[in-house]
């Protein structure tokens, strides 16, 4: 069964740091492009980090850049986003995904991130 499933969210005081990881499970995350998104209360999606799938080219959205770290390790299958200096607005459903054209796009199932003050 193909799938991605996020852990690592949790309640942290503003600050503070989190370690989210995304395991795939059916499929190796080579050659996809992969990426983190948020949701955050009456707020749309948004676009986090991502890592393309070709050059390894990494991109941030510009509220988390310089805060947090997307990275990719295709012998375990799973990727990271490594989240420091946590504010409130950091708050929401963090999920994983991982597309490539021929293929399509898979989504993880979402963690809960919540920034304290």
């Known amino acids: 069964q193909v799938q991605l499933v996020e852990s690592g969210g949790g309640l942290v005081h503003s600050g503070g740091s989190l370690t989210l990881s995304c395991a795939a499970s059916?499929?190796?995350?080579?050659?996809?492009?992969i990426a983190w998104y948020r949701r955050a209360p009456g707020k749309e999606r948004e676009l986090v980090a991502s890592i393309s799938s070709i050059g390894e080219i990494t991109k941030y959205a510009d509220s988390v850049r310089g805060r947090f770290t997307i990275s990719r390790d295709s012998a375990k299958f799973t990727m990271s986003l490594q989240m420091k200096n946590l504010n409130i607005e950091d708050t929401g459903v963090y999920l994983c995904n991982a597309a490539r054209v021929d293929v399509g796009s898979f989504w993880g199932q979402g963690t809960q991130v919540t920034v304290s003050s």
């Open positions: 059916g499929f190796t995350l080579d050659n996809f492009a």
